[in-house]
């Protein structure tokens, strides 16, 4: 088991031993939560940049698809955004075996520049009216670009909190991936109403919608500054090994660890799109709030659930990781379907976001320590690779097709099915967590 390396003096074996948590020098202290702080915000800089095309879609979609049907219009855009999910497996890959034979800093600065490049580029991108086809075609490249960096973002990030987290609180230092992958799309939203407030309708169109993007360029070239003072916490000899970040390596070797991780992942992913990004739209065409109470209702919601994730983090530093992960999965399977069905006939705004609040306080046993409990499964040498491809590939077949499965059975006339699927998912999550060992194989013991 190799040890990452951390500056700072570390605590001696006594000090390490499984009951007894480690004593952090102040100046270690400060070195591993400042790292934290600054893998953490390159996070937001990159959940930002990414939804922030969802978020100003609406302004921009005539611009580069020929004038018709304003909902084709919609439809070609976010045909765009889906295409961004199915790139995230080969980023989980790519990115996965960088940080593990080339070292964790390296993988995430990697993403992180590649989210400003693709930003930036659709911040200056021609329209369909002065370069024709060439429009939607670049600007798909540029969203392709972006999926593959997103996600690579999330197994090298939750992978490298969790080595460079305090041992005995590591539960609550990594639900900080969470905190600013929620807050991205915060600061996403945010952002749009600014700007719906000072500019207009036309100016939005024309041209407006292209300041988002050269936000999160500018915001990602600080991220990738904060990055760049990183300590590897990788080893040399791990990344020396030439089975290091390997499929052949993981699969031979790890492969019920994968199968565990892409198990219970496949219902946090949609059970996490089904109460966040779904749900204002559930809000307005099935509750029949209106469309701006919905958003309000939404942003308060995200922002208490974005601060509910280092309480449930430090929860499961408390109770264990596997007793989180089984609450998670048996209070979702419980819990959903009357949740919706209530919030289907909830009469006010403030009873609509409580129900949506108690769901997403089930969500956060998962999402809290969604990335420590993954990093755990796995040795160092196909760390960033176990977590990132098992979350990549979950994440876009359940969570990217949420939305899609979530509107098609109401078209249908059968929107309670979905609310029965996502119970079912979460059965399966429950029974995923079963196969968590009570004490972590791996990492519980770094320091």
Not at 327 to 355: E, K, R, Y
Request: aromatic share 12%.
């Amino acid at each position: 088991m190799t040890t990452p390396s951390v500056p700072g003096p570390g605590p001696s074996a006594a000090q390490t031993s499984a009951n007894t948590p480690p004593h952090y020098s102040p100046e270690e202290k400060r070195h591993r939560i400042f790292s934290i702080m600054a893998a953490s915000s390159g996070n937001l800089v990159e959940w930002f940049d990414f939804y922030v095309y969802a978020f100003s879609a609406i302004y921009f979609a005539a611009a580069f698809f020929p004038k018709g049907d304003p909902t084709v219009q919609l439809l070609n855009t976010a045909g765009v955004f889906a295409a961004g999910f199915l790139m995230r497996p080969i980023g989980g890959w790519l990115f996965g075996r960088i940080a593990d034979k080339y070292g964790r800093k390296k993988s995430m600065l990697i993403s992180v520049t590649m989210m400003c490049a693709g930003s930036l580029v659709i911040a200056c991108l021609p329209t369909y009216a002065q370069v024709g086809a060439w429009a939607p075609f670049l600007l798909l490249l540029c969203r392709l670009f972006q999926g593959l960096s997103v996600g690579g973002e999330y197994g090298t990030t939750a992978t490298y909190m969790s080595e460079v987290a305090l041992k005995g609180q590591r539960g609550f230092y990594s639900s900080f991936q969470y905190v600013t992958l929620i807050g991205g799309q915060l600061l996403a939203v945010l952002l749009i109403v600014i700007l719906e407030a000072v500019l207009t309708d036309a100016e939005l169109r024309a041209w407006g919608w292209r300041i988002p993007f050269v936000v999160g360029a500018a915001a990602a070239v600080v991220a990738m500054l904060l990055r760049r003072t990183l300590h590897e916490t990788q080893s040399k000899e791990a990344m020396q090994n030439k089975e290091t970040g390997t499929l052949g390596n993981l699969f031979k070797h790890h492969w019920r660890a994968f199968v565990t991780v892409l198990g219970y992942t496949a219902g946090g992913s949609l059970i996490f799109y089904t109460f966040t990004t779904y749900m204002q739209k559930y809000l307005v065409n099935s509750v029949g709030l209106p469309i701006k109470t919905a958003s309000y209702v939404m942003t308060v919601c995200l922002f208490l659930y974005m601060c509910m994730q280092p309480l449930f983090g430090a929860l499961s530093d408390r109770i264990g990781r596997r007793t989180s992960m089984m609450l998670f999965g048996a209070l979702g399977a419980l819990g959903t379907v009357p949740i919706l069905t209530t919030l289907h006939q909830a009469s006010s705004p403030v009873t609509a976001g409580l129900l949506i609040l108690v769901a997403l306080a089930i969500v956060s046993f998962y999402t809290s320590i969604s990335g420590i409990v993954k990093a755990e499964m796995f040795p160092p040498e196909v760390r960033a690779l176990g977590v990132g491809l098992a979350y990549a590939v979950a994440n876009a077949i359940f969570g990217g097709s949420a939305e899609f499965v979530a509107l098609a059975l109401k078209n249908a006339g059968h929107e309670n099915a979905f609310f029965w699927y996502v119970s079912a998912m979460m059965v399966i999550a429950f029974l995923f967590s079963l196969r968590l060992p009570k004490q972590a194989a791996y990492l519980h013991h770094d320091h």
